[in-house]
T-cell receptor, first 114, second 112 residues
Framework: AQSVTQLGSHVSVSEGALVLLRCNYS??????LFWYVQYPNQGLQLLLK??????LVKGINGFEAEFKKSETSFHLTKPSAHMSDAAEYFC????????????FGKGTLLTVNP | DGGITQSPKYLFRKEGQNVTLSCEQN?????MYWYRQDPGQGLRLIYY???????QKGDIAEGYSVSREKKESFPLTVTSAQKNPTAFYLC???????????FGSGTQLSVL
């Protein structure tokens, strides 16, 4: 069965610092991978997705993630944090084929300090 | 504007009562999903539907029921068998398996 593990339930950075949110996946075949962001009391929005094209995926708001098969990782990064990046971030995995089931990690809460 | 509408925003359930959460989409998406969100637990899949008149159990389907009689609607009923229903419920839809999910703004369910 597919799954994702997000390392660190809470990450705190200073404004302007590098953001690194970690995600490792488990899947029997190369999966589809996603990062979503959730602002308080709202639904989730897609930041970026990996579907087997380029291993470095660029998303919205300056975020990017790199798919590393050897490390089964899909970490999310942003070179310089902004106060508006404070939110909860979820990594998600979906298997190949016609499987519609998307499995989410437990989330990482990002706080940005001035 | 296209999107997903969940209602109500807040819902209270009494002991032994069934309650139904509404989810409507006008995106013409085939697939729809229900997730439950608890603090520190991420999102857990309750039910999903790939097409009208068909749905599958997710990871935590016990105590819940759904129907998919119309493409645009996927209501979730929280039955009295669900002993811990207090949570934030999110409905989503997607056009295809590898495409992104569009989420509604959620329903907060609490027990009186």
């Amino acid at each position: 069965a597919q799954s994702v593990t997000q390392l660190g339930s809470h990450v705190s950075v200073s404004e302007g610092a590098l953001v690194l949110l970690r995600c490792n996946y488990s899947s029997s075949v190369p999966p589809y991978l996603f990062w979503y962001v959730q602002y308080p009391n709202q639904g989730l929005q897609l930041l970026l997705k990996y579907t087997s094209a380029a291993t470095l995926v660029k998303g919205i708001n300056g975020f990017e993630a790199e798919f590393k098969k050897s490390e089964t990782s899909f970490h999310l990064t942003k070179p310089s944090a902004h106060m508006s990046d404070a939110a909860e971030y979820f990594c998600a995995v979906r298997g190949r084929g016609s499987n519609y089931k998307l499995t989410f990690g437990k989330g990482t809460l990002l706080t940005v300090n001035p | 504007d296209g999107g997903i509408t969940q209602s109500p925003k807040y819902l209270f359930r009494k002991e032994g009562q069934n309650v139904t959460l509404s989810c409507e989409q006008n995106l013409n998406h085939d697939a729809m999903y229900w997730y439950r969100q608890d603090p520190g637990q991420g999102l857990r899949l309750i039910y999903y539907s790939q097409i009208v008149n068909d749905f599958q159990k997710g990871d935590i389907a016990e105590g819940y029921s759904v129907s998919r009689e119309k493409k645009e609607s996927f209501p979730l009923t929280v039955t009295s068998a669900q002993k811990n229903p207090t949570a934030f419920y999110l409905c989503a839809s997607s056009i295809a398996a590898n495409e992104k999910l569009f989420f509604g703004s959620g329903t907060q369910l609490s027990v009186l």
